[in-house]
């Protein structure tokens, strides 16, 4: 399918897509007329692309996991372990924002929040 009908398919814009296929998330073949030609599964790629960037997850993280899950013999258990992995990286970094806050609640009212809190 051409790279219009995939965007409408999916809800992205052809520019999204180009950038995409710029970073190796989705290829498409070139046609002799010059137009992209992207097979059907690109639509559900798509909408798990679209999906893992909801749940936090980054183009890069995504692109780099991908091909693992594609080849995954049990999908469901690629995804758990996955997303196991994910929620100990959100984990560090709240206690890390937590660590970061309770540092800026000392500072208040110091006269010099710049300076090291007691």
Not at 5 to 34: C, H, M, S, W
Not at 59 to 70: D, F, H, N, V
Not at 98 to 104: H, N, P, V
Request: glycine share 8%; aromatic share 6%.
């Amino acid at each position: 399918m051409r790279i219009g009908e995939l965007a409408a398919r999916t809800g992205t814009t052809k520019d999204t897509l180009r950038f995409y296929e710029k970073i190796g998330l989705v290829t498409g073949q070139r046609l002799p007329n010059g137009y992209r030609d992207f097979p059907p599964e690109a639509v559900i790629w798509l909408q798990y692309i679209r999906t893992a960037q909801t749940l936090g997850f980054s183009l890069a993280e995504i692109a780099r996991t991908g091909e693992e899950l594609r080849e995954a013999p049990d999908t469901a258990e690629a995804l758990s372990t996955l997303f196991e992995a994910k929620i100990e990286v959100i984990d560090a970094r709240m206690a890390q924002l937590a660590a970061l806050r309770a540092d800026l609640h000392a500072r208040v009212g110091t006269g010099c929040p710049l300076q090291a809190a007691d």
